[in-house]
Every structure is written in structure tokens, then in C-alpha cells.
């Protein structure tokens, strides 16, 4: 079968590869939708420690089941599949952080991921709920960004937003976007801004142009406007970028919290904090990491009731064939969330 296969850091190529066998009490899916993140793209420049060798690529997917050693899995059904399985027994786990469990297998970076014709979901899977089923009659894109969104509910977790509280978040990327989607279906007052004017356009046809801004020199002006003239109860930083948490904390209102969302290339990970700054404004600055089984299944409930307009949110899809150039347009931002479709 064919699959997409990261040999070392810029090397991903299309090869031929054995079909997986279906495993005990697992299930053999074809993937329909496979979303490439920035940390695919991070991967793909720079590698991964992760890696022992030449692997296949892709860890948020959905698809169909084409063998199923499940009885309550039958061949056919259309699901969304967590990235990883945590082992459920370790600290993290039991203290409900199976998101940090040591222990945890990752499709796509400890087993071949679903940049592929096929792919093999183990037992622990099944175990630890991380198979959602989805609406036969979705558009199987939409089962894609079930990956995404549990990441952002997991991150929106670790600041417990509330009704009527005021959001700003910077980078309106797929994730970014989702953000804002969900801080505003928690009855959140929710700005996102960016400053790519064609994606602030973009995006502002998807979110509503009340929703977003871009960020020129009065930007902040406006923002604060649209909060009295204060600063922001939670700001989200979902763009990689070293000077975003900066941004976040002169934008953040005293006694507010900062979400750290997204990470840095290895080269720029280590930036600058006014530790006074903190103190003296008693400012919570939080980190997110991936998410949950638990995550995975409520970001599958959210998605069921939203109504995202999943053509616009994922406006570039590409074939296996196809991965290189989807990778770098990806890296160069273009569109919102690029997929590839496998079959």
C-alpha cells in the first residue's frame, strides 16, 4: 500500500509499504481525512526524538473501519481516532492528566500513523475509549477535526473560561480559529486577531467579522475597546511565534491568565518574562499539551452540535501523492486547516 514516510528531517516520501494485519482486538481503518498540524510540519523540518526510524506520518484522522476484531465495531462505521492511548495506571494518568502519561503510544510517532492507505488502531484503543463514532452522513472531513479540537479543549480546560468573560486570542491558524469557536460557544465575549489581512478575511467569513481584527499598529486600541478599555480576563497565544506571550501579557487584564497554547521551533523556544510583571499583576501564565481519550470523545459531542462550515475550514486538500507540496503550504499558511485524503 501506498504511505506517506518521514525518513529524517526534510526527507517525507511517498513509499510502498507492507499493509498492516489486523490486531487483537483492534481495528484496520482506511483513512478518509487526515489533517497535517504545525507540529507534523515541525516534525518534518527538524525531526523528532520520538522517532527511531522511518515512519508514517499522521495522527489526526478519520475514517472508515475496514476490519474490526470489535464486536461493538462493525466494518463499515465511519470514526475519529485519538492519537494516543495512555497506559491509565501511572500518576499522570490516575490524576486525570493521561495526556502527560509516559507511557503513551502515539499513531504517527510510535506506530505508523494514518498517512496511508491503511492503518492499524491496537487494543488500547479500544481500551481507553479513544475511537469516537461519527455521523454516517457528516462529510468525513468533519471527523478530521475532532483531533484538533480536543487539543483546544483541553487548553481552554487549564484556564476554565467562563460565561461572560472576555477572550483574546492571538494566531487565527486552524487552532486558533477552534479557540474562538469554543470560547464563544461557552458564552465567552471572544476577539481573535491575526496579521494576515487575507486570513483575518478568511476567517472573519467563517467566525463573523465581529469576532476578528487584524493586527496593525492600533490594534491593540481596539482591542481594549472592545473591553472598556482594560485588558482581557484570558489570553490565548495559538501562534508559534517568540514574542506572542509578550503580546499576550501586556494585553491581559491584572489578576488574568495567559494560555501558552502553542509551541516553538527549536531554534526560538526560549523567550523573555518580566517576573515582576507577574507578581505585581498576579498574572497565571499556563501551559496546554495535546489532550485526552476524554477530551477526544467531547470534542466529537461539539462537533456534532456545531455548525462549522467544514468546506471553509479546510479549503486545501491534497492526495498521498501530493504530501510534500501539502507540507509546505502548510508551513507557508496558506488556506485554514490542509488535508490529505488518502483515498
Not at 501511572?90 to 502515539?106: E, F, I, P, S, W
Not at 505585581?280 to 501551559?287: A, E, F, T
Request: net charge negative.
Amino acid at each position: 500500500m501506498k504511505a506517506v514516510v518521514l525518513h529524517g528531517p526534510g526527507d517525507l516520501r511517498l513509499d510502498e509499504v507492507p499493509e498492516p494485519a489486523l490486531p487483537d482486538n483492534g481495528l484496520l481503518v482506511r483513512p478518509g481525512a487526515v489533517g497535517i498540524c504545525g507540529s507534523d510540519v515541525r516534525t518534518w523540518r527538524h525531526g523528532s526524538p520520538r522517532l527511531r526510524g522511518p515512519q508514517v506520518l499522521g495522527h489526526e484522522f478519520a475514517g472508515v473501519v475496514e476490519a474490526s476484531a470489535v464486536a461493538a465495531v462493525r466494518p463499515g462505521s465511519r470514526v475519529a481516532v485519538c492519537p494516543g492511548a495512555p497506559c491509565e495506571v501511572c500518576r499522570a494518568c490516575r490524576a486525570g492528566h493521561a495526556n502527560l502519561c509516559r507511557q503513551r503510544r502515539v499513531l504517527g510517532y510510535d506506530l505508523p500513523g494514518a498517512m496511508a492507505e491503511l492503518v492499524a488502531i491496537p487494543a488500547d484503543w479500544i481500551r481507553t475509549g479513544g475511537v469516537v463514532a461519527l455521523d454516517p452522513a457528516a462529510p468525513i472531513e468533519r471527523g478530521a477535526l475532532v483531533e484538533p479540537l480536543h487539543t483546544v479543549l483541553n487548553g481552554q480546560d487549564q484556564v476554565a473560561i467562563q460565561p461572560r468573560e472576555s477572550v483574546l486570542v492571538l494566531g487565527l491558524g486552524p487552532i486558533g480559529v477552534l479557540h474562538v469557536a469554543v470560547a464563544r460557544s461557552n458564552g465567552a465575549t471572544v476577539l481573535g486577531v491575526d496579521p494576515d489581512p487575507d486570513r483575518v478575511a478568511r476567517v472573519g467569513g467563517i467566525l463573523g467579522g465581529d469576532a476578528v481584527d487584524r493586527m496593525d499598529d492600533g490594534w491593540l486600541d481596539r482591542a481594549r475597546a472592545t473591553v472598556g478599555g482594560g485588558g482581557f480576563d484570558v489570553v490565548i497565544v495559538a501562534v508559534g511565534a517568540p514574542d506572542a506571550v509578550a503580546t499576550a501579557i501586556e494585553s491581559v487584564e491584572p489578576g488574568g491568565r495567559v494560555l501558552a497554547f502553542a509551541g516553538l521551533p527549536p531554534e526560538a523556544r526560549t523567550i523573555g518574562l518580566d517576573m515582576n510583571d507577574l507578581h505585581y499583576r498576579q498574572l497565571s501564565v499556563v501551559g496546554a499539551f495535546g489532550g485526552t481519550p476524554d477530551t477526544f470523545r467531547r470534542a466529537g459531542a461539539w462537533l456534532e452540535r456545531s455548525t462549522l462550515d467544514v468546506d471553509a475550514f479546510t479549503p486545501e486538500r491534497f492526495g498521498l501523492d501530493q504530501a510534500v507540496d501539502a507540507f509546505e503550504s502548510v508551513a507557508r499558511g496558506r488556506g485554514l486547516k490542509t488535508l490529505l485524503r488518502p483515498t
